[in-house]
Each structure stands twice: as C-alpha cells, then as structure tokens.
C-alpha cells in the first residue's frame, strides 16, 4: 500500500461503536423519561420476538494496565464486590420494573475492568439475580472477559454450569518489555492454561484479544505474538489498535513517552503483516479489526449477513434492545442511547433513591437511524445501499462526493444507489463511515476527541 494513502487518511476518527457517536450526543434535550420510552417502545416491538441484550460492567482491577480505555476502580480490597453486586441487581429490578412485560435474555457480556476479579460465588449470586426476573432464550449467547492472571477454573466452570459458552482473554503482546510498559506482565503459560481449562469444560468458542500500535512494540513482537496465540488455535482474534488518547485518559496512558508508541506508517505495517499472518494461518477477516476461524459463529454470521455491532463490539446475534448494567454502562433501544454515571459513587448513590442511573443519552431523529443503519452496514458487512426509499436521505449526493475521491483511491467502488468496500479500503473503514458520518461532516470536533485512524 502506498504510503501516500496512508499519509492521506490518517487522522482522527469515530470507532463508530454507535452512530450518533458519543460526543455528539444530544444531552441538552435527552432525559431518563424520554430515555425510558424508547426502552418501552423498542421492547414491545421486540422482545417476544428476539429478546434483549445484556451487558453486565464489572470494573474492578487489581491493577491498572496503561493501555486500557475502559473506566475502572483499581483496588486489592476484594470486600467491594458484594455492594457491587447488590446495586447491579437492583438497577436490573428497576428497570424490569418498568418494562413489565418478562424479559427474554438472548445474549450477556460481562465486561470491565476485570470480570474474574469477582469471586465465582458472587459471580453466581450475580447471574442467578439476573435470571430470576427473566426467562433464558433457547438460541442463547452468553460471554465474558477474563483475565489469564486470575481466571480460575472454578470461574470457568461456574459460568460454563450457568449457560456461557463464549469466553475472551486479553492477551494484547508477549513482549516482555512491551508488557512492562503497559503495566501488565502475563506469561504465555497463563493463557495456555485458561485457554485448554475453557476447552476441557466445553466452551465452544475462546477468543484472544490483540493489540498492536502498543509501546516499543516491533514487528517481530507482532508476529511472534499472533504465532503463540495461533499455537492455542482460538476460535476468534480480536486485532486491535492501541488508541492513544492521553488527553482524554489521563495520566493511565502516562507510563511512557508519546515517541515510544508507533505512528503512521511503522504502526500500519504492524498490522497489514500481523494481518496477513492471521489470514495465512486459516483466519478470516471479519467486520474491523477481528478474524475468526470458519468453525465459528461469527463467522457463520458474517457470512450470513447477520453480524451485528453494538457497544459489546462484534456480536454473531442481533438484538433490537441493549441494556446495560453497571457503571457507566452503555444501553441501546435502537432508538435511543443511555450512559449509567461515570463515577461509582454516583453510581451508588442514584440506585439509593430508586432511580435508573442514567446521566447522558441521546433519542435518535428520523435521519440518525438510516445513517446509522449505513454505518452498521459497513462496519459488519463492507457494503450499503439506498436503493430502498427507507434509507434515502437528503444528504446522499454530499456523501458521494466525498467517496468519488476514495474510489479513485481503490479504496471502495460506487454503483447504482449501492457501494462495497475493496479489499484496501476495509483497512479504512472508519474512514468511509465518516463520510457518511452527517453529524461529524456540519461539526468537525474543534479539539481532539478520537484517535488516529491508522
């Protein structure tokens, strides 16, 4: 790939997780009642149908990895998971107060911070709450992170007992020194062991999270990473690229100089080789930034068309409704999103009076979800169309004008009311989606907000 296009699309850019994205959220008009009316609105048309979604944050960490983007607690003190879990099964009541109707739970994640930071018997207290409000899905997706430090077969086997099938292990480099500087020292020996306990229980699916773009990482830290985690044939991986986003995180991503993190391109050859690695080895590209086995059910999806992509990530099942529990947790109504409170305190204090802990959202408008429904095609499937009236808009034209200069580029090619990304333009698919992007095209953020495509 030429440098040039490189140079040319590298900047900063939505990772498009949802659409608007969230700093162009409308939080002047948003409230937790019109918050709560999209929920009930969505719920009805689809839960007896397709049930919901759950995501479950969990955000305790015994320590802080200086790579990481998500809100946690850092703490030893292990006395701190009972509260916790009262108050997720609390907010859990509240809101399957308001919905009446029983849920039909199809897909949980629990997520974090740091899932098996949790005792497997508070584990148990958690998901045993959460069923007892709801009926299971006979089609069911349950999954967790877990960390290969402290993931214990008794967790394994405790989530295994309770329907979970799916597990995924931050594993990110094997590079001693990248590993120090991200704050988190993990041997090989550890996801072996985690890796072979979830396969001898019987998960069905085991996945390794990989980061490139990482501090003093080089190509041979890549490449000698991706072979250990293919030694282990995971059914998925997750290639991620590290976003280096300080201004936003704080001193967590402070444990190294700005110059110690590859940019531009020495961080795209990172992962066109690491990629083309993974595809030698018998993994398929699937939707942005993951590859999966053909044995598996994202893979089936993909193929399918059904993938689909929410604030959990790649999902192999599709869900109209998202909640999510916990800590600045994230839900999804399609029609609306709503973000818990940031601060565990808050968090805490909002549940004491009975309140659903939202404290940012955004209802979406009649334009909002046919861009979004462009973006999410893109994003899982590297094509869209408008050829059906309801996902025409007015803008299109202005949108076509901005890919005419990328199908020169070979990055995409344009049809009649239709486009489908090239095999180059999947490496920019976050730019093609800013293209459509309307919110992002009348406001271009006046401060830095997102990290560097490339």
């Not at 802080?64 to 916790?84: D, M, N, Q, S």
């Not at 990530?313 to 609306?336: P, R």
């Amino acid at each position: 790939m030429a440098i040039s296009l490189i140079q040319k699309y590298n900047v900063a850019g939505p990772r498009y997780t949802s659409y608007p994205t969230v700093p162009y959220w409308e939080n002047d008009s948003f409230s937790t009642e019109k918050w709560l009316d999209s929920l009930v609105t969505s719920y009805n048309e689809s839960n007896a149908n397709e049930g919901i979604s759950l995501y479950i944050h969990l955000p305790f960490c015994e320590s802080l990895c200086t790579f990481c983007g998500c809100h946690k607690r850092i703490t030893k003190r292990h006395e701190v998971e009972a509260p916790y879990i009262d108050a997720v099964l609390k907010e859990w009541q509240l809101y399957t107060d308001v919905l009446v109707a029983r849920p039909l739970i199809k897909e949980i994640h629990l997520g974090g911070g740091t899932p098996t930071f949790f005792k497997p018997s508070e584990l148990r207290r958690l998901i045993e709450g959460i069923f007892e409000r709801a009926n299971i899905a006979e089609q069911h997706e349950f999954s967790f992170e877990g960390h290969p430090n402290n993931t214990s077969k008794a967790h394994l086997q405790l989530l295994y007992d309770l329907g979970f099938r799916r597990v995924s292990y931050g594993v990110q480099d094997y590079s001693e020194k990248v590993q120090k500087a991200i704050h988190r020292l993990q041997p090989f020996e550890n996801v072996k062991r985690v890796t072979d306990q979830a396969r001898e229980i019987g998960y069905t699916s085991v996945s390794h999270d990989l980061v490139f773009g990482l501090p003093f990482q080089t190509l041979d830290d890549v490449l000698y990473t991706i072979d250990k985690s293919n030694s282990l044939r995971p059914d998925r991986i997750a290639f991620y690229s590290y976003a280096h986003v300080p201004w936003i995180k704080g001193n967590g991503q402070r444990g190294f100089k700005d110059e110690d993190v590859p940019t531009g391109e020495v961080k795209r050859q990172l992962y066109e080789e690491g990629k083309e690695r993974l595809l030698q080895v018998g993994y398929a590209e699937i939707g942005m930034d993951h590859f999966a086995l053909p044995t598996d059910s994202m893979y089936r999806a993909f193929e399918q068309h059904q993938l689909h992509r929410n604030f959990m990530g790649y999902t192999a099942s599709k869900t109209q409704v998202m909640i999510g529990l916990g800590m600045s947790a994230i839900s999804d109504s399609w029609y609306g999103f709503a973000q818990n409170e940031k601060d565990l305190e808050a968090y805490y204090e909002r549940l004491e009076k009975n309140e659903i802990p939202v404290c940012k959202g955004h209802i979406l408008n009649s334009e909002d979800l046919i861009i979004r429904r462009h973006i999410l095609n893109l994003m899982c499937q590297f094509t869209t169309s408008w050829a059906q009236p309801e996902l025409q808009f007015a803008e299109i034209d202005q949108v076509l004008q901005q890919l005419s200069e990328m199908e020169k580029d070979g990055l995409l090619h344009i049809s009649k009311k239709q486009i489908d990304v090239t095999d180059e333009g999947k490496k920019f698919i976050r730019n093609i989606c800013m293209a459509f992007d309307l919110r992002l095209q009348r406001k271009m953020p006046e401060t830095k907000i997102f990290s560097m495509t490339v």
